[in-house]
Structure formats: structure tokens, C-alpha cells
């Protein structure tokens, strides 16, 4: 069952533009079958398959003869070697769409890509299915945009089987997997060719158990120290195993708002998993009823919303540059977007009765010297309505 992509548009314009189009990604969250879909008149070929890997790793030149017309190349991080070669058929021909590339993380394939392919390649990222995709609404403006605007929503009492399931298509394709059987296999392939085989890392326990105490610390201030402690681990393991989980599409982080006349603001980044299903497996949470009532509940509320803010930014073929604020009295606002000089503010709350006193604290605008946009607290509400002149509440099933 194909789910129609939000990042299909910019995909089929950027490749009238470019030579070459990278989608970039964490594993198994669609890209290949976006490809196939947009592209379907493409030879598609994968490096996930051993004999193709080697020849195109050994024999690049070889390999890529085998294709003349628009090829898409999945995985193609396993074949650097082949990077050099496309500038070469790109630069010969001048055609537009002519590869099409997937990759399923970044660490190295990303310094190879600039270098070999500078201004010949348009760069895209794709996360797991957003809440408008599964709706049928892949054409619904990013969140921000729509805060008065209702949509189809999901009911109040399927926003957190929605979160403790996760965005992973394979979950939402109709064969009724669960993410009891999904999310362990869906690790373990994980670990062994993307941890130990690219980023080489020595003890895949080791590992798994960083991975388990990030997901215990989803939506909360990165504190490296005490990451590492628990862990076992040196600062310095700590910063190199983030930036594996963040380069192939694990995590991803918010940094605070700042500037250089807001000393009195936190400066520690937020920690964020793109899919709030794997965080709840990697956690623990075996139901999304138990998830809903622990006490992580109101961090996995906010990590979902973020994450499908930032599924709204890549899906426009843009990088997330909204932030959060946070000063040392412990004001704080989750998301802070700000375009032509206006702050669209957004707080998420596990509430169903949110109040003015809150909606107060969504007015930064002067404080930071910007125009005071449109904003709203996301909360466990059934419809918008408002809380203020610049404040609604908004339904976290309408995300």
C-alpha cells in the first residue's frame, strides 16, 4: 500500500534542476519506494545487494555502464567510488534527473558528496510518515502555518497509540505488523550495518545501551556528563556515538534560541528522537497506555510534535532552523519559529484544559525584539479555539 509523500513535490522540481538528487534518511523510512514512485521510469538498482556492491566498490566504471537512461542508486553510501564517476557522466551530458540517489545515513557519504558532486546535486532528507501523510493529507502546510486552520485529526484518544507506534511505514503498510516485532529486528539490522560495519563501532551492547539511555532522555537538555556516566563511557564516546545516531537519522537536536543580547538564556541543546516508536521500544513502554500515563508522557507529546514540525520542514525540500526557548527563571516556550521577523511561538502540553496563564507565556515577542505571531499551545484537545488574541489551543491530533 503506497502512502502518498509530502516530499514528492519538491523532489520531482529540485530534479528538474539538478543532475543528480540525494534523499537521505534513516533506514526503512521510505525513500527507495518515494523514488520508484516519482521516478518510475528509472533502472533502479540497490547496493544492499552483495553482488552489486562489490562491482560497483571494485569495478565502478563497470557498473554504472550498465545504465544509460534515469538510475536510481539505493544505498549508495556503500560505493563512494562511484561519486568521482557520476560528476564525469553528469558533466558529459548536462541532463537533468539523471541519478537519483538514496542514503540511508551520512557519516561518510555526505564528505563525498560535497566534494565530488558540489552544485550538481540537490540534497533532500525524508523522516517516517507524518500524521497529515497517514491522514491522506500529504499536501497540508507545515504546522506553523495552519495553527488556526482545522484538518482531519486523529481522536484525542489515538494521539499517543500514534506516538508509542511510530512513523516507520513498514507499521502503517497493512500487514499488521506490531512494534514488538517491527522495532527489534529494525535495531539489529541497524547496529550491524550501519554501526559496526560503517561507523565501527567495537561493542554493539555497549551501544544499544547508549541508545536505551538517550531514548530515557528524549526531549530533555543534552547533558553529555551525565549521559556518559551512566553509560559507562567518556565524554568523548558519548559526543561520537550522538553523532552516529544523528547522522543516520536516529536523533536529532534542537538548539535554544540566543543571541548576543540574551545572556540570561540556557544555551544546552535538546535531544529529540525522529521516531517517537522506536524511543518508546528503547524505553521500555510496552503499550501506549502505559505510555500515556507514565511519567514520560508530556516529554514523548513534545518530542512528536517536533519531530512533525521538523518532518513539515523537510518535506518542503527545507532545513529545520526553528528553535526553543528556555531562560534561567525556566520560562519556557518548545518551538520557536521565526520568518520576516515575526516569532510564531508553540508549547505542548499533555492538558486538556489549557489556560490564559500559560497562553501568557507564549508572548516573547517584545522581550526579544521580534513581532508577536500566531501561536498556540498543542495539548489533548478536541478542536482549536482560543485562548488569547495571539493564542489557541490546538488539537495534538491536528499536528
Known sequence: MFIQRSLENALLNLGNKYSVILVTGARQVGKSTLLKHAVPDADYVTLDDPEDRLQAQKEPKLFLSRFNGPTIIDEVQYAPELFPLIKMRVDESQRRGQFWL?????????KNVTESLAGRVAVL???????????????AAPLEQRLSMPVNALPVGDVFERIWRGSYPALHDGRGLTPEEFYPAYVQTYLQRDVRDLARVGDETAFLLFMQLAAARTGQLLNMHELGNQADISNTRVRNWLSILEASGIITFVAPYHTNHTSTLVKAKKMYFLDTGLAAWLGGWKTAEALARGAAAGAFLENYVVSEVLKGRYNSGQQPDFTYFRDHND???????????????????TTSRPDGRTARRLMLGDSLNLKQGHGAIV??????????ETVNAFPAGMV
Request: charged share 20%; net charge negative.
Open 102 to 110: 538514496s542514503g540511508s545515513q551520512q557519516f561518510h557519504m555526505m
Open 125 to 139: 532528507s525524508l523522516a517516517g510518515l507524518s500524521t497529515r501523510e497517514l491522514l491522506g493529507e500529504a499536501d
Open 331 to 349: 520560562r519556557e516556550v518548545d518551538i520557536l519559529s521565526i520568518g520576516s521577523n515575526t516569532l510564531v511561538p508553540i508549547e505542548v502540553k
Open 379 to 388: 495539548c489533548m484537545v478536541e478542536k482549536i479555539y482560543p485562548l488569547s
